[in-house]
């Protein structure tokens, strides 16, 4: 009798750490996925008008010359190119070409922006 009830218990016992194991493994992929649903939402499309800069100079250029040439001078050296919106400098993701075209000139510039770096799916000179 006590063999049965032995055997029993440990099957039981197995059952529940397996159950815990389970139970884990559960919510560890539980907030992986919300995690990983979280990063999108984190980006927000926005639409900015400003100066096409560098992430160097910001508003104030530090090169002789026009506002263009600094602008194409820094990146050139290893700055990015940046959006100068009054007070605010928002670093500038992709379109370097077109961005380059524009440099030192206002324009309007949308993307995802996250954080202070905005990813540009579009500019185009202001108006």
């Known amino acids: 009798m006590w063999g049965a009830r032995g055997v029993a218990y440990t099957w039981k016992r197995k059952w529940s750490e397996e159950k815990g194991d389970l139970m884990k493994k559960m919510f560890a992929c539980s907030m992986i996925l919300s995690a990983l649903c979280a990063v999108p939402a984190m980006a927000a499309s926005k639409t900015l008008t400003g100066v096409i800069t560098d992430d160097m100079c910001g508003a104030k250029h530090m090169m002789a010359g ?13 700055a990015k190119f940046a959006l100068a919106v009054k007070d605010e400098v928002y670093i500038l993701d992709g379109m370097s070409t077109e961005l380059g075209a524009l ?3 206002k324009a309007v510039v949308s993307g995802d922006l996250n954080g202070k770096t905005l990813t540009v799916s579009s500019v185009a000179a202001a108006k």
Do not use: I, P, S
């Not at 026009?66 to 290893?78: F, I, L, P, Q, S």
């Open 103 to 105: 440099a030192g000139q």
């Open 66 to 78: 026009n506002d263009a040439e600094c602008t194409r001078g820094c990146v050139k050296h290893g």
